[in-house]
């Protein structure tokens, strides 16, 4: 399905540093739970990613992703998911997370 360039310009993917993963053993998949940095205007949001056969969590410390920054909130069993990070899906679901190349401001927009 072909979208428009005005329907693209209302998806908001934004950079984020990951400074805080939490185990999600309420999820009914694996998961676990993140704390994501995305700069002075848009702050902090926290979201439930199923990454756990690619990721460790010692591995996601620090490390800046995508993620789509104005979805509406998403209530995943007891927790409030506030963004959505973008991966590349696998034949397994195994989950390859998008990050930018290079080091880059938290918060700068992906267009």
């Not at 329907?7 to 185990?23: A, H, L, P």
């Not at 700069?39 to 789509?68: E, R, W």
């Amino acid at each position: 399905m072909e979208i428009s360039w005005r329907d693209f310009e209302k998806v908001e993917m934004r950079v984020g540093t990951i400074i805080e993963v939490n185990e999600f053993p309420e999820a009914r998949k694996p998961a676990y739970k993140l704390k994501i940095d995305f700069g002075k205007h848009i702050g902090f949001k926290k979201t439930s990613a199923q990454i756990t056969k690619n990721y460790k969590p010692k591995d996601l410390l620090g490390k800046q992703v995508i993620a789509v920054v104005n979805f509406p909130d998403k209530q995943i069993a007891n927790f409030m998911s506030e963004c959505l990070v973008m991966g590349a899906v696998g034949d397994h679901n195994d989950i390859t997370l998008i990050e930018p190349g290079l080091h880059v401001e938290n918060g700068l927009r992906i267009g």
